[in-house]
Structures are given as structure tokens and as C-alpha cells.
């Protein structure tokens, strides 16, 4: 459906427009400024809860956080119970319903959250005392109620059944189980059956086992006094038991002996998701961090690092590639990631590898190391703008025994970095020989191709090593004729489809957190209007006549090309397969969508425009339909799933659309359809 594509494109041009600038050329560094870090206070109460306080007297507001300073927990067959139970804790407690505690907490503009290893309230500070009322009612008195765990669990549900159709969360997922496997804190997944297992008493375990004040810190920032601070702390949390703290120990996971390519096959996908990475030693504070940060800003840290520039600006393979090299006190990372079109996924990984090499083989440049050095600094000194940053400063120096002076010396053991420093950082953290090369795409037309870089293995999105199956052959004789009328008779058969003269329809999704309605109006032949608003204004529509079309934005007419202009005529038809006069369909392969058989049939206009349909090969009914669409970012590639087929007045039409283009992706449910009802031909002008 070209209507739905329309939405994509506008979507993005309204990001788009909010700057026009020059992105191939790196903003002039600044000079380096003086910068003084603002001051914390400590103290620890009798029960082990270190207390840290930064004073900010700009505005009467007052904020509390309690972070847990705990191990990463493996939860085994029990993944996702920290996270549910840490949610869980902030529904309600043994004398206030979740209705009563949000009521109380919005009575007084306040914010109260909790989370697996944190907890945090916000207010004025005129109302502390009933925070602090709130805050530790929830803390010591939480309720546990089975509804408010099933209602967590179906959300949890919900949201890994989603995932299951995400390249992104897919690739996160698989990236995890290669780089630390699926006996690690970091590796682990949570599915339908370790959440379905969740019970109140393992949430309840996790919360007499942790929530101890000799396993946290408590921080408070805001208009407050260290005298002000004490007192508040001895009366409300002196009383909270201390126990016995539970330590973890991990192997430490090692990256490959050798580079291998692990490929997710998504037969559906008409883009690749590339991530190169590994597992590396680099704790929190170690002498290489700000060394590793320069090198990594230069390499792909930035939009003008080396990366960025390679693939995007020169090569036009992508929207945006970066690295990461992040530390962590278990087992840090590297990452260089990617998402680029299928015919251009060897190359981009072959470009992506290049960076790598080169960043350990020749010296980075007195300019680069430079304005690594002024982005990082200017970072650096904006968040210290922040009290918070501060009292994060605060809670890192205790939690990974940093030296009191770390973050005071950051700039100038920043600006002593040397070019040298920087090429013997990179030789020691970047691996490129030892590397997993992840790749989540459509294996039939990827994996031939990036044999070069190394043995190619298949894995399932639950990360399982698996042998795929031989590629299906066509069946002799099948045509793609005989596809189309397998899908007319499916869906009601040709005599009552061609009785549909007019068709009306509306669609709602959710989007950037704005509800978008999408009403079509069709009559026949190709003649069709689309209108697209939000919250009540109409910012997108597309008119067809059957012999040109018209496309408006903002009220403003946009220019469509002959390629545009035909797929939209063709597509305005009630049932495009229909009306296939001028058009060429070409069965061309047997191909997976969402785990089905489906048969693909290539559209081609006679503009040479060309769309791929996918028809389910049992049911006959249409899945899929992908399409390369010119943006002014260049090309992008739309993929529109069509599911929930009901019948409608003898003719079955699917009631949920869902809409990938680039990163982008949201699900039109249908809300209402009419059939045979009165449409004027004006509607149809477009003058």
C-alpha cells in the first residue's frame, strides 16, 4: 500500500528539515575552557547506607535516588524477574493501592519510579516531607499484588512478541548470546516461558535479598543543606535493616580465535543490520579509558568520524555507521554497527573492516586527535552544567573505587593524550582478526558474499547454531498469473471483488507518540485519495484520478517523479492485481516471511518502477509487498506486511498493516470500512 509509505517519507522529512547543514565537514573545535567541577559531601549512616549530597539552591526542587550497588544477577529460567520485580515494588504498598500512591504522588507534582537497581522521587521542595512519606512507604511496605505482577508480565509478553519481528532487537539479542553466551548476566534473554514462570515469591526474594542499605547508596540533589541532608537521612532511613550482601562471580567471556560471520536469516529483510564485535578487558576507570574514548571518537564516535564518513558521506551505504568501546567492571565491548541495503552489505563490511585496520596501522592525524579532544572536553564540561552529573561522579568514585581526583584531572589527562598513545590503544583494543561479524539479513541474497570475510554460520533469534535448508525450487509450470488468481479466489473471488466500485477505509497508529489517522477513499478505475493527520490536522495527502496524481505536504505540493506518479496510480486500485494492463508480473522466487512459504512476484511499470509482492504459497493470501522509495536522504527501502485477514461484505482484506522503512517502524490498525458507499468524482480532482 503506497499510502502507508507516504507516512514514512513525511515522518522523516519532518525530522529532516529542523537544520540544513554542511554534515560533510566537522564543526571548528573550540578552544579548551577552565572548568570547575562542582562539590559533593558524604556520610554513612550505622546501617552501611552511604549518603551523598550536592547542593543546588537555583530552584526549590529536591531529588532522591537510591541505586543498589549489587552484581549483575543471571536469572536463568527466570529472565526478566529482576526487571519485573524492581517494577513491580513501585505498584503499591500494605496500606496504599497503586491508584492511591499515584494519586498522592501527582496531588503534590512529584515523581516517584522504581526500578531493578534503582529508585528515584522527585518534588518541590516545600512538599519533602510527604515525599519522603511516599518514597518510604513504597520502599519499606511494598504490596506485591498478583494482578499488578500479571499486568507486568503481560506487558513483558507483549513487548519480547514485538521484538520477534525487530531487526533491531534480534540483532541485540544474538549480539549478546555471541559475546558473552547465554550463562552470562549480559547474555541472557527473557522470553514468554521464563516470564510466564514468574511468581510473587521470586519477586519478593529479589527484594529482601537486595534491597539492603548496606547494598546502596543514597543520593540527594537539589535546594537542600548537608545539616538538612543528615537530619532527613538518620529520620527516614536509619531504621532500614542491614544483611548480609550476595556476591556473583562470572566467567569472563573471550572473544573468537578466529573471525566468523554469524548471519540472522530474516528472508523478509531488505536491509542488513551489521555489527562488528567482540568482548574486551577494559574496567571501569582504568588507566586506558580516556585513551580508548579519543581513539574511539576518531574512529566512529562522532558524525565526522571516520566511520560516518566512509560509509555515509562517501559511500552512501548508510544513514549513519558508529563504534562503541565501552568499560564495565564484569567485561567491557566493541562495536561498529551498520544498517545498509542488501546489495550493499559485503561492501559496507569490507569498509567498516578497512577503518579497523587502518585506525592500528597508521597514525591518526594532529587535526582528528584534536578535535576528538575539544568534542570530548565540550561534552565533558556541559554535563557538568547538571548537579546530577555531579552526584553521578559522586556514586562512581565509591562504587569502582576511582581516585578522589579522577574526574577533577579528566581534562588534563585528556589533553596529554599523543598521537602515539592513540595508535598503541588502538593495536591493543581493536581486533578485527578476532571478531564476531553479525549480520541480520536476508541470507539468500547476503551470505554468498560475505564468505570472503569468513566462515559464514547460521544462528536463530533465540541464538542457536542451526545448518539452513536447501533454497526452494519454483514448481514447473507455476506462473505468476496462477499466484494472482489463487489470491483474488482467496480473498472472495474475482466476480465479487469487480463489484467493489468504491471503498472507504481508516486506519490509526501510534507514532513518535502521537496517534496518526489514515482515511483511503478508492473508486474505480485508479482513482483513490489518501489524507494523513494528527491530533486533528491533515499534513500529508495523495490524490490519484486514475490518470495523474498529486502529492501535498504542509499544504504545499510536492514534485513527484514519472517512476512516483505511475506506482501511485497503479496502486490506487481497489484490488491493483486487478488492473494489470501496462504492467509486467514476474514470479521470481520461493522466499520465508514471518516464518511462511511465500511465493514472490515482481511487479515492473512501464517506467521500469518495480515492487515485490509475497503470496502466502498455502493460503494464497498477500503477506508482504517491498519497494525501493527516493528520499532526500537517497534510497530507502519500505517493506509493508499485511495480517488479521477478516471478511468484509464476502471479501477478506487484512486488518493491520505494519510499516518498516530505514529504522523506522509502526503498526495501522484498521477502524473502520465501508463498502459501495456514495463518493463524488470531485474528491478525485487534483487541481
Known amino acids: 500500500m503506497r499510502a502507508v509509505l507516504i507516512v514514512c517519507f ?26 570547575k567541577i562542582g562539590e559533593y559531601q558524604s556520610f554513612t549512616l550505622k546501617n552501611g547506607l552511604q549518603v551523598f549530597v550536592v ?8 531529588q532522591f535516588s537510591i541505586q543498589l550497588k549489587h552484581d549483575p544477577i543471571f536469572e536463568g529460567e527466570k529472565a526478566g524477574y529482576v526487571s519485573i520485580a524492581g517494577n513491580l515494588i513501585g505498584t503499591g504498598t500494605t496500606s496504599r493501592t497503586k491508584a492511591q500512591l499515584d494519586e498522592e504522588v501527582d496531588f503534590i507534582g512529584a515523581s516517584l519510579n522504581t526500578s531493578a537497581y534503582s529508585f528515584y522521587a522527585s518534588s518541590l521542595s516545600k512538599h519533602t516531607e510527604k515525599l519522603l512519606e511516599l518514597m518510604t512507604d513504597v520502599l519499606y511496605n511494598p504490596s506485591f499484588e498478583q494482578s499488578e505482577l500479571d499486568k507486568l508480565k ?5 513487548g519480547i512478541a514485538a521484538g520477534k519481528d525487530d531487526p533491531g532487537t534480534i540483532a541485540g539479542n544474538v549480539r549478546g548470546f555471541l559475546l558473552y553466551g547465554k550463562d552470562h548476566p549480559y547474555g541472557e534473554v527473557a522470553t514468554e516461558k521464563t516470564v510466564e514462570s514468574i511468581t510473587i515469591d521470586d519477586c519478593k526474594n529479589y527484594y529482601q535479598t537486595y534491597f539492603k542499605p548496606n547494598n546502596a547508596y543514597l543520593v540527594m540533589v537539589g535546594d537542600i543543606t548537608l545539616k538538612e541532608a543528615k537530619k532527613i537521612a538518620t529520620k527516614n532511613f536509619s531504621t532500614w535493616e542491614a544483611g548480609p550482601n550476595k556476591k556473583e562471580s562470572y566467567a569472563v567471556p573471550k572473544a573468537p580465535e578466529k573471525t566468523f560471520v554469524a548471519l540472522v536469516d530474516r528472508p523478509s529483510s531488505v536491509q542488513s543490520i551489521i555489527n562488528i564485535t567482540y568482548p574486551v578487558d577494559l574496567k571501569v576507570g582504568g588507566e586506558d579509558v580516556i ?14 568520524a571516520r566511520l560516518n564518513q566512509n560509509l555515509r558521506e562517501k559511500h552512501a551505504y548508510t ?3 558508529n563504534s562503541q568501546l565501552s568499560s564495565d567492571d564484569l567485561v567491557g565491548r566493541f562495536v561498529a554497527s551498520a544498517s545498509v541495503r542488501n546489495e550493499v552489505t559485503d561492501s559496507a563490511v ?26 570530548i572536553a565540550g561534552s565533558f564540561g556541559r554535563s557538568l552544567e547538571r548537579p546530577q552529573t555531579i552526584a553521578g561522579f559522586a556514586v562512581n568514585t565509591a562504587k569502582y573505587n576511582l581516585p578522589k581526583d579522577y574526574y577533577s584531572t579528566f581534562l588534563k589527562r585528556l589533553e596529554a593524550v599523543t598521537i602515539e598513545q592513540v595508535l598503541e590503544t588502538a593495536k591493543k583494543y581493536i581486533t578485527p582478526d578476532h571478531a564476531y561479524i553479525e549480520v541480520v539479513g536476508k541470507g539468500a541474497d547476503i551470505a554468498g558474499s560475505l564468505k570472503q570475510f569468513g566462515e559464514v554460520k547460521y544462528y536463530d533469534i533465540n541464538g542457536d547454531e542451526y545448518i539452513p535448508e536447501p533454497e526452494k525450487s519454483l514448481p514447473d509450470g507455476l506462473t505468476a498469473q496462477k499466484v494472482i488468481d489463487k489470491y483474488i479466489q482467496e480473498i472472495g473471488g474475482a466476480k465479487r471483488a469487480k463489484e467493489i466500485k468504491t471503498l472507504k477505509m481508516i486506519y490509526k497508529a501510534q507514532a513518535m507518540g502521537t496517534e496518526l489517522k489514515m482515511t483511503v477513499v478508492k473508486s474505480i478505475p485508479n ?23 498529486v502529492i501535498s505536504s504542509m499544504g504545499q505540493t510536492l514534485p513527484i517523479d514519472t517512476e512516483t506518479r505511475e506506482k501511485t496510480i497503479f496502486e490506487s486500485a481497489i484490488f491493483p492485481e486487478l488492473v494489470l494492463e501496462g504492467v509486467s508480473a514476474k514470479l521470481i522466487a520461493i522466499e520465508k516471511v514471518d516464518g511462511k512459504d511465500a511465493y514472490a512476484i515482481s511487479y515492473t511499470l512501464t517506467s521500469g518502477g518495480t515492487s515485490t509482492y509475497y503470496y502466502d504459497i498455502q493460503t494464497g493470501l498477500k503477506l508482504r509487498q517491498t519497494e525501493n522509495l527516493q528520499t532526500p536522504q537517497g534510497t530507502m527501502v519500505a517493506v509493508t506486511t499485511y495480517s488479521d485477514y477478516k471478511e468484509v461484505e464476502g471479501v477478506k482484506f487484512p486488518q493491520k498493516i505494519a510499516q518498516q522503512q530505514g529504522p523506522m517502524s509502526f503498526t495501522f490498525e484498521l477502524e473502520d470500512i465501508q463498502i459501495n458507499s456514495e463518493v463524488k468524482d470531485a474528491l478525485f480532482s487534483v487541481k
Open 291 to 304: 585513551k580508548v574514548r579519543v581513539m574511539n571518537q576518531i574512529l566512529g564516535g562522532s558524525f565526522s
Open 154 to 158: 503481560t506487558q513483558t509478553m507483549s
Open 350 to 375: 569490507h569498509e567498516i573492516i578497512y577503518e579497523l585496520n587502518r585506525i592500528v596501522n597508521e597514525p591518526v592525524t594532529s587535526e582528528e586527535l584534536q578535535a576528538a579532544k575539544a568534542s
Open 10 to 35: 513525511v515522518l522523516g522529512v519532518l525530522g529532516s528539515v529542523i537544520a540544513q547543514v554542511d554534515r560533510s565537514k566537522a564543526p571548528l573545535p573550540a578552544p579548551a575552557r577552565d572548568i
Open 55 to 62: 547542593e543546588d539552591h537555583k530552584l526549590p526542587r529536591l
Open 319 to 321: 544513514y549513519g555507521s
Open 527 to 549: 482513482k483513490s485519495v489518501l489524507e494523513i493527520s494528527a491530533n486533528g490536522n491533515t499534513f500529508q495527502k495523495v490524490v490519484s484520478n486514475g490518470k495523474e496524481a
